[in-house]
């Protein structure tokens, strides 16, 4: 295969960078990588040619995202909060990319490169040197080599945390595949790092599932993944229409693979399969009783253990239904409606599907069943550049396609909550992103909805096999872009709020005369309206993609064992506060559209948002770390109701949690610990800006009084901002499913811009030396 040997080709640039052990890796000449973006698919390119230099000159954000000088001025020193939010602005709108929207990379899990290069290496559809280069470089970076989390040579789940089964056996495969020798001293040290780990054969199901793929594994090690579970009636409380969106997307085409067993073909005679298939273990690889191993899994990785429950139905599986029971008459229909669904996915989403680990897998099916020279894979193949993502230390993957709409949205918020938005100089930044967020609005249902039983118009939350389950879509927003194809609560609710913001401010020297026009019509933003409204659950919370189907104890059947709360949607305190203060501020503008609607969503989750929070005054936040995210949408909830500190006990009691926990320093660090204990952590670095700028964000929500403790905060920020008007990164943001952490770069200046102007406005923009 041409992908196992790319290095130092041509095109191959001669530079090196040290790596975290001081070591030479090759790298690539980075005057050279552009970003692209049309109309919000980026892609990163690498130039050849001088005169590909010349016509496509590096932008400021190119320079940025690269970690090379922007070259861009130093500012007027901020004396207020006010004037550092305006030099945060003025750094960040210089990043602003020409669509309208924003960029950055959204990596972190360290088990998505993996199934993308095995899956390439498979079906011999290489990546460029320059990318194979960069790949090598950024994992080389982030192996737990030196002071990182005991300098053992393995990776980890994520880029923080300690090393694993999954991601050291992973990414080293990964590495191999690439061309990197398996006497390199780097290598070495991983290798030894999955002995003390108990070798491959102790990785998560995920792990064992691509690893046969490969053909370095046999498939006898991999617990079923039965396609015909799709023929379950759809009444059935175990029918994998009622999973959450990433798990079901995720084992619709890795069930249709198992059930194919399809396998490299040239495994057994090529040579770098063999050597991984004896670097892998510690057994000689043809003695290994693969069967035996199915369940074992290191305690590193195993942090959701497989219940009794799933025990049962594997080995009932395997002893009983595949050997004796499984005809191929069923097999055969299942198969044919598996595929069925994975070609509505495609459609919807142009090739692009939810995410890059389905994503990989839709390629492989689509090639095992129309073969390597079908559309599908091609389009597969060019969708799979849209999830790569380069920054000053490699090329990553993305854990979607971007995080456009959601940062976009959130960046015209801060803006206007700081009292920016009217500043002349700010005009054309918020203009592009409006006109942005019109042009990512999805303005037509799923394929095969409006066809389908479960249509209406305005629509309900039903839906129905025809429409591949999806959720109604028109006049959402999906996280990233229109192409995705798919609703998120959260992400319509902030986008028609930043949307409503813009075009109902009034132009400051004309009050009778809006600011920005109406670029997003009145119709589609009810239709925006109509889809939250389709939001909510039966507790009165709301989830992401769509509202819970099925009960909790689905988390018996979580097969994932690296992830928890996976199986099922969840109330989130985060997605609900968008909802509701979005439609809160709907109805002032609209009053009379479906305001009875309205006013029940909103009360039944304001309801929610109370009985969620719990004795200490924390509210528990899923998509960000931890406590300090979510707080700082629930109190923007009950800030609606009027319930401030001066009003309500919970508030006070939200409060105090994080009084009782402010840095010397003025900040908050709070650390991703926190999202997999479920208890509050301290960073080990002490405070950060991204959660510092949450909890000040938070008291002034809810008009905490104290000027004193939330001015030692704002002093901190002022503190690090950079004389260029910039924040450093610091610690990782985000997270998911309570266990893998992910990276939200532009959080940095979004949350500090929006709360140096909030704390501004509730007391008074006074001058400060920037030191707590």
Known sequence: MTTQRRLGQNGQDKNFTKTSENVDTPKTDYNRWRLEDDDGRQTWHYLQSDRELKEWPQTTADKYHLGLDTALPSLSKAKTPQQAAENGLQFFSQLQLEPGNWACEYGGPMFLLPGLIITLYVTGLPLTQAEQTEIVRYLFNKQNVGSKNGGDGGWGLHIEGDSSVFGTAMNYTVLRLLGVSSEEPRMRKARACLVGLGSALNGPHWAKFWLSVLGVMQWDIVNPVPPELWLLPDWVPISPWRWWIHMRQVYLPMGFIWSRRWQYPKADADPLIRELRQELFTAPHDEIAWARYRNAISTVDNYHPKSWVLNLINYFLVLIYIPFLRINWIVERAERWVWRLIEIEDANSDYADLAPVNGPMHLLACYIEEGPDAYSVKRHRERMQDFLWVSKEGMMMNGTNGVQNWDTALAVQAVAEAGLATKPQFHQTLSKALSFLESQQFQEHPVGYEKSSAYSDPPTSRTAPEAGYRHPRRGAWGFSNRTQGYTVSDCTAEALKSSLVLQTMPDPKNPDKRLFPETISVQRLKWAVDILLTMQNASGGCSSYEPTRGSQYLEYLNAAEVFGRIMVEYDYPECTTACVTTLHLFHKSSPNYRAADIDRFINRAVAWIRTNQRADGSWYGSWGICFSYAAMFALESLATQGETYATSKRVQRACRFFLDKQNEDGGWGESYKSCETGKWCQHP???????????????????????????????????????????????????????????????KFIFPIKALGMYAKLFGDAEMNGHA
């Open 685 to 747: 670095d002490g405070s950060q800006v991204v959660q510092t700028a949450w909890v000040i964000i938070a008291l002034v929500e809810a008009q905490f009084p104290d000027k004193a403790p939330v001015e030692r905060a704002v002093k901190l920020l002022m503190h690090r901002q950079q004389p260029n008007g910039e924040w450093l990164q610091e610690g990782i943001e985000g997270v998911f499913n309570k266990s893998c952490m992910i990276s939200y770069p532009n959080y």
